[in-house]
């Protein structure tokens, strides 16, 4: 196609020249090959450093500087060493009356791109489209680094928020990268995983052995392993393994390993197989109990019979004895069926009913334990509430106190009175637990309604107060501590009146 019915290039140059007629010959030579050239000429170094300044490169910026090797106030070698200094990369030519080849050479040293002679603009043209070219080359380059920069940055931000443990190892097992997670979960410094002298077979002894036998098949199924903290303690974890580069010869193969910490799970599995043992022995209890009613009902229709005989006093008042006892365990059975059954909707019920409840059946403990119990009801106000419910409440919270005060002897209070809810102001009844027990400290306090934190060693579950707070919570109610190391603790639980 003819040069002439192209569309000219725009072309941008910053032209370090003192003659315009020179500027003019350019001008008109790379228009009539295919350019359209706009020029910017300058003739001193202060000249030049203003087109340099990021306000002038804002308006306009050169695509090429081409430069005169001699100016009377000014130099080519001069106005390459100031672009370089910008730290710009822009395309530098030099030109020159008088072209020797240790000037072109020198030049070239300094950083130019090219050397032309103003007697032979033949070769400026192709040295010019080469440049543009080349410049265009490294700008790619440059954008491609700073998006690939930016893309590693936002996969190791991805990686490192990941909730899942993940490490990356070679063949032998050395770490290659660990995430925080991982070393949150195993209780290592990251600095530490990441420093090339940790394996996973520090972590956990079946890894590597999956990921190589992984090398065989397309899939390999998670597995549940145990995992080794800093500290020695073992973990129960999810693992899964992958592959990365199956294209590679073995020796350069990298694996991954996903970690998840099973330890919450197995917990719950563990709180849940307790809760139903519960159920079943609630269960089986109110079955007991319902059964003994009816030879109770019989023995104390019996000895209602003889004491209406003619007794001696020593028998009639073994018989007084043996009635009053009979009518206490007749109270236990009614209580434990009442303990049991519950209500499966919410009703008014009354606390000081479900607290005496709940002492009746703790009555023995509380007697060997020589706890002193104080009842203080200031109103018989009802709550709406879901009975059964409330009343596990209660015992877990007395349950606490007992344990809280010891084998040596104390004193639990349990008050009731009218209350409000403080932020909304609903009216209702607030229960108070206090005991003389021995408080908690500031750590304790702070996770004693946390899942499966205990301070009773392996004979607590961890979920006692738990599940109060989310019962209490059900029932639009509230739950405070108040504690201190050797001063006792209260609890004050607020349930709405409706």
Not at 103 to 116: E, F, H, I
């Amino acid at each position: 196609m003819p040069a002439d019915l192209l569309s000219p290039q725009p072309l941008d140059i910053l032209l370090v020249e003192d003659n315009p007629d020179d500027a003019a010959l350019l001008e008109r030579h790379l228009s009539r090959n295919g350019f359209a050239p706009v020029i910017a000429r300058v003739e001193t170094a202060a000249a030049l450093s203003a087109a340099l300044m990021p306000a002038a490169l804002a308006v306009r910026t050169p695509d090429i500087v081409l430069g005169d090797y001699n100016l009377p106030n000014f130099s080519g070698p001069e106005a390459l060493a100031l672009l370089k200094s910008s730290g710009l990369d822009i395309p530098f030519i030099m030109l020159s009356g008088a072209v020797s080849e240790q000037t072109a050479v020198d030049s070239m040293r300094a950083g130019a791109q090219d050397y032309v002679s103003k007697q032979n603009l033949t070769r400026l043209v192709p040295a010019v489209e080469r440049e543009l070219k080349e410049a265009s080359r490294r700008r790619h380059k440059v954008e491609a680094e700073v998006a690939l920069r930016a893309a590693e940055a936002r996969f190791r931000h991805l990686v490192d928020a990941m909730p899942m443990g993940l490490i990356l190892n070679d063949r032998e097992g050395r770490i290659l990268y660990a995430n925080q997670a991982i070393a949150r979960l195993l209780r290592r410094p990251i600095h530490h995983l990441n420093s090339a002298t940790i394996t996973v077979q520090d972590i956990c002894i079946d890894i590597l052995a999956a990921q190589i036998a992984c090398t065989q098949t397309s899939h390999t199924p998670p597995f549940e392993s145990t995992c080794t903290t800093i500290d020695g303690a073992v973990l129960d974890v999810l693992i899964g393994v992958a592959l990365l580069n199956p294209e590679a010869p073995p020796e350069q193969q990298q694996f991954a390993a996903f970690i998840a910490d099973l330890s919450l799970q197995k917990k719950s599995q563990e709180a849940l197989r307790q809760t139903e043992k519960l159920a079943v022995a609630g269960r089986f209890a109110a079955s007991i109990a319902h059964e003994i009613n009816n030879p109770l009902e019989a023995i104390t229709n019996c000895l209602y019979l003889v004491s209406q005989s003619n007794l001696p006093d020593d028998a009639r008042g073994y018989v007084e004895l043996a009635e009053k006892e009979l009518n206490r365990v007749s109270q236990i059975t009614v209580q434990t069926l009442r303990f049991f059954r519950g209500s499966t909707r919410p009703e008014p019920t009354d606390l000081n009913d479900l607290i005496e409840t709940v002492l009746t059946l703790l009555d023995s403990r509380l007697s060997r334990a020589q706890i002193e119990v104080v009842r203080q009801f200031r109103t018989t106000d009802t709550v709406f509430a879901q009975g059964g419910e409330i009343r596990q409440v209660i015992a877990n919270l007395v349950g606490n106190a007992m344990d809280a005060i010891g084998p040596n002897g104390g004193r639990l209070i349990l008050r009731t009175a009218r209350g409000c809810d403080w932020s909304t102001g609903t009216p209702g009844v607030v229960l108070t637990v206090a005991d003389t027990g021995a408080g908690m400290d500031e750590p304790t306090r702070a996770r004693i309604f946390e899942p499966f934190f205990s301070t009773k060693g392996i004979t607590g579950t961890g979920l006692g107060l738990w599940i109060s707070q989310e019962i209490v919570a059900k029932h639009n109610g509230s739950i405070h501590i108040r504690t201190k190391p050797g001063a006792g603790t209260v609890f004050r639980l607020f349930l709405p009146s409706h």
